[in-house]
Nanobody
């Protein structure tokens, strides 16, 4: 059974940085769309970044482009999200998600991702 476990959340002042990690285990061989989603209270879950494991290609939401960086360490089976220049509006629960995919086409919808972590809270104060 595939499992994802996030870590690295916390509280930081605006302008600060955090790095989230997502440890993956139990996956079958193949290629995956892996993504970071976030959900703030009263808001829908949104995808902020994704990476396709087969090619390493990435995509970012406009709200985080230039500030966040998604990366993978295949040797450690770990996904990262480096978050710089954090803003109060980045405050949310952050989730790691994955879905197996044969092509570099990754849905922006949370409904299309099969595997989820439990989430890690990020709070940015002004």
């Amino acid at each position: 059974q595939a499992q994802l476990m996030e870590s690295g959340g916390g509280s930081v002042q605006a302008g600060g940085s955090l790095r989230l990690s997502c440890a993956a285990s139990g996956y079958t061989y193949g290629t995956y769309c892996m993504a970071w989603f976030r959900q703030a209270p009263g808001k829908e879950r949104e995808r902020v970044a994704r990476i396709y494991t087969g090619t390493g290609t990435t995509h970012y939401a406009d709200s985080v482009k230039g500030r966040f960086n998604i990366s993978q360490d295949n040797a450690k089976n770990t996904l990262y999200l480096q978050m710089n220049s954090l803003k109060p509006e980045d405050t949310a629960m952050y989730y790691c998600a994955a879905v197996q995919s044969r092509r570099d086409v990754c849905s922006p919808s949370s409904a299309d991702f099969r595997y989820w972590g439990q989430g890690t809270q990020v709070t940015v104060s002004s």
